[in-house]
């Protein structure tokens, strides 16, 4: 049976590199036998230790600073970088792609639960990607108060027109069916059991009046004159004028709770929390929550036994805790559920039963094979010109960095009953195998910068292979590097039989050996590229 009883001993490798998957976006061998050593409790202390990326703002392609934030007001933009550009994606995806934390990770799940698109501004994008971090060791519901004023969200959702003469309902809409409480079973006319029509029409009335002074709140230097005093980001206001200050009555889904309305922006802060802390005070405000916690860092199937020992008691501990993720995730995280150590079939329900996404599957792959990439600081033209290729080949495989398809995000973390297998159709198949290793392989050069794997150095000095010249210890350790779980006989005949291609293990031991005499790697790169090519297309690699 499930359980949450807590996993006490050391990781091990298998464990280790599971947690790294599902947590990271860097992973190399050596950091996965740096925490097989660890307990759950002790690998996830360091996971949990989050650092300020750096640098601290994207940089333009002269590496000049480009986003004035309160810390940092005065910009060095002499490219005067267009609007239009998406440089605060490409500096968070290095971000992500050299954090040594769960911080990023987290992040998107986060992004997940309060979806906005990256069709503002880029410093406007960069405040939301922001507050995101900002909470990544915060409270949910913090979250949520702050969220609803932040400039994007109030554009996103419409609820910067959103005035008591004129509602707009779009943002409570989706405050409750999609970031917070989300819809039950319809039973009744406008009744989704978590909340009624008439909740949606009480929530936008409570919202009334949260806009932004005016289009020019969102310029660079202008938003920063209206700022959130704890999180120093820029932040909409509320206008008293445009709020509804009528009291608010709730449906008996919220026990017929009536909101006090009000008339300064002291007393609307007030009574809209007040409507924040009456969603999540509900029970299930908190199980939808560790749903998709557990969804996101676990596995998609939720069941009856899953639900009632998993899911029910991480609710519980999450109310307890204000809302607060990380002790949550770290219950989640330590548990031997999450191991899948409950019964004597180890690693048959949760290791490796998620799809890769788009993102795992490129910063995996280039972390495993220690891709080289120049400092962001030291050439951002080169960086901007990769992650946008990568960027590309994401939203070309379902996964539109920080753009997802609608409010409800993406079709993987959404759509029920497939959810992660929805990474993987036709389509996004075929970039997934012909937008991947090959070009790393090949060589790509932007901007002066090649990124090229050198796989036959990669093998002789990375330390992660004991003995190359034995062609199946090569092939085996290869397996282990890049696979979840250690591939049956016949698979790894097959992987040996690519990589060899009619050579004998004789001969490979021979030209590796002249390799290392002569430095001349042409004779061994051959099988080299082609093994992992293989490794890399394959199913396996898929999942983690």
């Not at 050439?379 to 997802?404: A, D, K």
């Not at 993987?424 to 970039?431: E, G, N, P, Q, Y």
């Not at 293990?505 to 390799?515: A, K, L, T």
Request: hydrophobic content about 35%.
């Amino acid at each position: 049976m499930p359980s949450l009883t807590p996993k006490t001993s050391a990781l091990g490798f298998f464990n280790a590199y599971h947690l790294l998957r599902r947590t990271t976006y860097n992973i190399t061998k050596a950091r996965i036998n740096y925490f097989a050593t660890k307990t759950p409790d002790q690998a996830l202390n360091e996971l949990f230790t989050f650092a300020a990326p750096t640098p601290p703002s994207p940089l333009n392609n002269n590496a000049e600073t480009i986003v004035p934030t309160v810390a940092n007001p005065t910009i060095t933009d002499t490219l005067s970088t267009a609007n239009s550009v998406v440089y605060d994606n490409y500096w968070w995806m290095y971000q992500a792609m050299k954090d040594p934390s769960a911080q990023y990770k987290i992040v998107y799940w986060l992004h997940l639960l309060f979806v906005t698109d990256n069709d503002a501004s880029f410093f406007t994008n960069f405040d939301y990607k922001e507050l995101l971090r900002f909470h990544v060791n915060g409270s949910l519901k913090d979250l949520a108060i702050r969220v609803t004023l932040n400039p994007r969200m109030l554009i996103y959702l419409n609820n910067n027109v959103n005035k008591k003469n004129s509602p707009n309902q779009n943002y409570a809409r989706e405050f409750l069916e999609l970031f917070t409480i989300l819809k039950g079973p319809q039973i009744g006319t406008g009744n989704y059991t978590n909340y009624t029509e008439t909740d949606v029409q009480q929530a936008a009335k409570v919202l009334t009046g949260f806009t932004l002074t005016s289009a020019n709140q969102l310029n660079k230097t202008a938003r920063l004159n209206t700022v959130d005093p704890v999180t120093q980001l820029p932040t909409g206001f509320i206008d008293v004028n445009t709020h509804d200050l009528t009291n608010k009555t709730f449906s008996s889904a919220f026990g017929g709770t009536v909101i006090t309305g009000a008339n300064t922006v002291s007393t609307i802060q007030t009574e809209f929390e007040s409507f924040i802390t009456m969603v999540f005070n509900q029970d299930e405000t908190a199980k939808a929550y560790c749903r998709r916690m557990y969804r996101y860092f676990v596995g998609r199937e939720i069941t009856s036994s899953i639900e009632t020992d998993i899911i029910v008691p991480l609710a519980a501990t999450l109310k307890t805790n204000g809302y607060n993720i990380l002790p949550v995730l770290r219950i989640l995280l330590s548990s031997k559920h999450f191991y899948d150590e409950e019964d004597s079939i180890a690693g048959d329900q949760t290791i490796g039963s998620l799809v890769r996404s788009p993102l795992e599957l490129y910063f995996h792959m280039f972390s495993l094979l220690q891709l080289s990439t120049p400092l962001y600081s030291a050439n951002p033209s080169s960086l901007h010109s990769f992650l946008s290729t990568i960027s590309s080949y994401s939203q070309n495989s379902g996964m539109p960095v920080f753009r997802p398809q609608s409010v409800n995000g993406y079709a993987a973390y959404s759509s029920s009953p497939n959810y992660d297998k929805n990474w993987i159709t036709t389509s996004s198949l075929r970039i997934r195998y012909n937008n991947s290793i090959d070009m790393l392989i090949n060589g790509i050069t932007q901007n002066g910068f090649l990124y090229k794997l050198n796989l036959p150095l990669f093998v002789k000095d990375s330390g992660n292979f004991q003995n190359p010249a034995d062609a199946v210890q090569l092939v085996s350790e290869f397996c282990e590097l890049l696979f979840v779980d250690f591939p049956p006989a016949t698979r790894l005949d097959y992987f040996k039989t690519v990589f060899l291609n009619g050579l004998s293990v004789i001969n490979w031991q021979n030209e590796w050996n002249n390799y290392l005499t002569t430095g001349t790697a042409t004779n061994v790169k051959i099988p080299i590229d082609r093994l992992v090519k293989a490794l890399i297309k394959s199913p396996e690699f898929q999942t983690m």
